[in-house]
């Protein structure tokens, strides 16, 4: 597989842009920063009417930078999509530098997160270097109400959020000129309120908006058990990215330093990291080769017993940019998406931690499919993919392993437009779900 170079990295994630921006008015109350959390508790602009079939929601941002909105639509109970609401984050959007533009604007997966613990999302806002959080009303999951105002990311650029498994700490990665994470805990009144300590550099050579998608952070996640955090950096073709691991201590602040954690031989570009259950080790895409697999130390034993790590570098033929991924817990594979060719890559991952191709799935030549995330929905699991380009969300039934299908291609700007919501193609981030318990 040869690698790519910067310069055609940022090619191939540009060549799928075709659409132009949707000119639409704005509303005054959507362009005033936010002064309180009451009086940025409203529905926004409505996009539908509530059915009353609704399980769940699945929310994305506009990313625009003259405002950002988080954009929701039901989740029913066959796991289709109906828009509903686009609230206003209380911040703007920004596109990082790439000749020419396109879609994946942060270059990042988790720049909008949920977490169905804690009955929140929250939302990166990088032209204004803040950070959004929202409390979701579990009865009617796309009635979101933010929580204080936004607050300071810590950085520049902020690029990707982390909620650990409590559902009460949200960590940011910046990737601007001031780059690296910062964390927060998540008060019911004052919104998120920074955590001593836990600011923390990635030392990258950057700018604000960042240079990308070689060089640029990617993603941050905490590991199965809470106790490290994780970002993804991606190299510069020839030299090979890693994955920046910091220990959390039990008052939540993280290590001074981080641990860098380089791909095997062949990886290149580590871009999202979806964990892999039970193995202390994460998948990560790779725009240069296909994935990566990442085992920590004690990931994995032997036949001895003796530790046993098995990373690698796992090359998808005829990939262009594998960039996005998500785990089903229902057919137990990973499901990654390229932006480059519209495809979504099935992977299994074994015991022993060897990764294979188990189908792809062609969703629409030049749609430019982007982040994705993945729900359990009435006993099965359903695949939200954005596909930026195609201004719509593919949605895919994983009945089982190998067989997924698709169930719904959902515009987003007809209804957008019709609303007044402003979107663009190449702006468009993010892709999180809630399902209510």
């Not at 201590?249 to 954690?261: A, K, P, V």
Request: aromatic share 6%; charged share 15%.
């Amino acid at each position: 597989m040869k690698f790519l170079t910067a310069s055609l990295v940022s090619t191939l994630l540009a060549s799928v842009a075709s659409a132009g921006p949707i000119s639409v008015r704005r509303s005054p109350s959507n362009q005033t920063q936010t002064q309180s959390g009451s009086e940025n508790q409203g529905d926004g602009k409505a996009m539908s009417a509530a059915n009353g079939t609704s399980v769940g929601a699945a929310f994305f941002i506009s990313n625009e930078p003259d405002g950002n909105l988080l954009i929701a639509a039901d989740i029913g109970t066959d796991g289709k999509l109906t828009l509903r609401r686009a609230v206003d984050t209380g911040g703007l959007g920004a596109h990082g530098v790439t000749d020419p533009n396109g879609p994946d604007p942060l270059f990042s997966q988790g720049a909008i997160k949920a977490s169905a613990t804690g009955n929140i999302v929250a939302t990166v806002n990088a032209g204004s270097n803040t950070l959004s959080v929202f409390k979701i009303n579990p009865t009617d999951p796309t009635a979101v109400s933010m929580i204080g105002r936004p607050v300071g990311s810590g950085g520049e650029f902020p690029v990707s959020l982390a909620i650990n498994s409590a559902g009460n700490t949200v960590c940011a990665l910046n990737g601007g000129s001031v780059n690296g994470v910062s964390c927060f805990k998540v008060d019911q009144q004052k919104g998120l309120v920074p955590i001593a300590n836990t600011v923390r550099s990635l030392k990258l050579n950057q700018t604000t908006p960042a240079t990308g998608p070689a060089g640029s952070a990617s993603h941050v996640v905490f590991t199965e058990d809470n106790k490290q955090l994780v970002a993804s950096v991606k190299g510069i073709p020839p030299q090979p990215g890693f994955l920046a691991v910091w220990d959390i201590g039990n008052d939540g602040s993280l290590s001074t330093d981080f641990q860098s954690i380089a791909p095997e031989k062949g990886g290149l570009l580590p871009f999202s990291m979806t964990i892999i259950p039970g193995q202390n080790a994460i998948l990560a895409t790779d725009a240069g080769l296909g994935f990566d697999i990442f085992a920590f130390a004690n990931s994995s034993k032997n036949v001895n017993g003796t530790d046993s790590p098995k990373s690698s570098a796992v090359a998808i033929d005829g990939q262009a940019a594998t960039c996005w991924s998500s785990f089903s817990p229902k057919t137990k594979n990973f499901y990654l998406t390229d932006i480059g060719t519209s495809i979504i890559t099935e992977i299994n991952i074994s015991d022993s931690l060897k990764g294979t191709i188990v189908k792809q799935y062609q969703q629409g030549h030049g749609s430019g499919t982007i982040d994705n995330d993945i729900a359990t929905v009435d006993n099965k699991d359903i695949m939200y993919v954005l596909s930026a380009n195609a201004t719509a969300i593919d949605v895919l039934s994983l009945d089982a392993p190998g067989q997924a299908r698709n169930i719904q291609k959902l515009d987003i700007a007809s209804p957008a437009k019709a609303a007044g919501v402003k979107i663009n193609a190449n702006n468009l981030q993010g892709m999180t779900t809630f399902i209510r318990k």
